[in-house]
Nanobody, 130 residues
């Protein structure tokens, strides 16, 4: 699965960005898709995941209330709307898509499964200045 992220950039604290992840050929009934990020010198962190066929989303505590994940199945695209950005949101953001995980959303760690079993895009950089 080839994933292409876009939408990153440089923004001031309090600003907004919308990231896009195009996933051609994916059947959203089977796949769960997530956004993950890696800040300089740190490990990858979960940000948000979506199993659109189940209408289920996950958000990390650090972004809950500020970020919104959504899917446009007609466009095979998942979006991450990021509002009220903070300098600590600075990172390379990646999307990942995992086949079969959408049927496992009853597992509390299902978003981790997306990261662990899915295909990843090349990332898009987000820089938030104070």
């Amino acid at each position: 699965v080839q994933l292409v992220e876009s939408g990153g950039g440089l923004v001031q604290a309090g600003g907004s960005l919308r990231l896009s992840c195009v996933a051609p050929g994916i059947n959203f009934d089977d796949y769960a898709i997530g956004w993950f990020r890696q800040a300089p010198g740190k490990d990858h962190d979960r940000v948000s995941c979506i199993a659109s066929n189940r209408g289920i989303t996950y958000y990390s505590n650090s972004v809950k209330g500020r970020f919104t994940i959504s899917a446009d199945t007609a466009k095979n695209t998942v979006y991450l709307q990021m509002n009220d950005l903070k300098p600590e949101d600075t990172a390379v953001y990646y999307c990942a898509a995992a086949d079969g995980v959408s049927s496992r959303v009853d597992d509390p760690g299902w978003c981790i499964l997306v990261a662990g079993t899915g295909d990843w895009g090349q990332g898009t950089r987000v820089t938030v200045t104070s």
